[in-house]
């Protein structure tokens, strides 16, 4: 395979350059103009999971994450006060020590970067220099005359969607009608529990990530007309209503920082390929960060496309084919992730359904174990990972 145009330099663009760097001769990655990366006055943090870092570990960039000293954590509590039980997730369950690792996005790029510093046949385009992308002749055109023949366009954000429209990628779409408000909480007493906690509100989902012995990433979704009234409190108002629904799990929050807030909407794409383009990332889906898998699902993305090629056991790759393979294994994994964070979405914060038939669903669920280590290989991606892996993987810690 000789030449590939990666639109995108965020994680996703650059994992998949660093991946697909042993499959094309040239990876031409184009450069924002405009800083990506999200600028605040917090650090922003996710929760990757069990198919995540073994995908970092086979691409030699988790000993680089390893050193900012990632924070596993091997429970989830998720809990509403209107039902009695709370459910709970162990990594025991299935025989592994962690469910996942709260890692700083800070530290993914750079591990990523230092990748890329290594690898030579990967080619840094600034959106720019770009003049214009010929879809139906497979034609880069740079500013400077350059012509440069594409074996794949490969989008895995939105960012040159005015030069290269989307419009043919035709999605399913959802509206929220909620915002995420995000905040780090700060407690009065150390706590060595590595566990991640939700709680479910009546239009709202607060999901807790540990950072450290006494510091929790909150991702707050709240309904749109609540959020108006959650603006124009200061930090103590703020302060007050978090300790009201939270301390009884983690104890005392004293002090919270800045917080930033932002919009929430879902789609995924009916088909991932169109022509000789392909998406990935924030380019194919958005998904509810309830269940923290929006990263996760464009890495999996990447070690889906990855196993396209390695099925073909031979250089002169089919590319049909394999567009064909990735097409089909990634629409029917994410879709059914998509649905799934959608339905929970409603089951447990739009409160649809009377709770005492919620509460006898949930009591179900937490007795049927074999149901229960599905949905917990599901959401590490232990499942994908022994379903569809070319390569030899141990399945257990």
Request: proline fraction near 2%; glycine fraction near 4%; include cysteine.
């Amino acid at each position: 395979m000789k030449n590939i145009l990666i639109i995108g330099d965020g994680i996703i663009g650059m994992l998949a350059a660093i991946v697909l760097s042993n499959i094309y001769k040239n990876i031409y990655l184009v450069k924002s103009s405009k800083k990506k990366y999200y600028k605040s006055k917090i650090d922003r943090f996710f929760s990757i999971n069990l198919l995540s870092q073994y995908f970092f570990m086979k691409n030699d960039i988790w000993s680089d994450i390893v050193v900012s000293k990632p924070q596993p954590y091997n429970k989830i509590i998720t809990w509403d006060d209107a039902i009695e039980d709370n459910l709970i997730f162990e990594s025991s369950s299935i025989s592994y020590d962690s469910l996942g690792y709260i890692v700083k996005e800070t530290s993914i790029i750079d591990s990523l970067l230092n990748r890329l510093v290594n690898i030579k046949n990967v080619i840094s385009i600034k959106d720019v220099d770009v003049r214009e992308i010929r879809d139906n002749t497979h034609t880069m055109i740079l500013c400077n005359g350059e012509s440069i023949d594409l074996d794949l366009i490969l989008k895995s954000d939105k960012s040159m969607d005015t030069l290269l429209g989307s419009d043919d990628f035709k999605s399913n779409v959802v509206n929220y009608n909620q915002h995420a408000l995000v905040v780090d909480l700060f407690l009065d007493k150390i706590s060595m529990q590595n566990i991640a906690y939700q709680k479910f509100i009546e239009g709202q989902i607060m999901g807790l990530l540990p950072i450290s012995n006494n510091q929790y990433n909150l991702i707050w979704s709240v309904n749109n007309d609540f959020l108006d009234n959650l603006k124009n409190n200061n930090d103590a108002k703020i302060l007050s209503i978090l300790n009201s629904h939270l301390s009884e799990k983690i104890g005392t929050i004293k002090n919270i920082s800045n917080r930033i807030i932002f919009p929430l909407s879902g789609f995924h794409v009916d088909s991932y390929i169109k022509n000789n383009i392909l998406v990935i990332g924030g380019a194919a889906h958005s998904v509810h960060p309830m269940a923290g898998l929006g990263l996760n699902m464009g890495i999996q993305d990447i070690f889906l496309l990855e196993n396209s090629f390695l099925k073909i056991n031979t250089d002169d790759y089919d590319i049909i084919q394999v567009l064909q393979n990735f097409n089909r294994s990634c629409t029917e994994e994410n879709q059914k992730t998509y649905n799934t964070i959608n339905f929970l979405k409603k089951f447990y914060s739009d409160k649809l359904i009377p709770d005492f038939f919620r509460e006898k669903s949930l009591k179900l669920f937490n007795k049927n174990i074999c149901l229960k280590n599905k949905v917990i290989e599901s959401a590490t991606g232990i499942d994908v990972l022994k379903r569809r892996s070319v390569g030899k993987y141990c399945y257990s810690n």
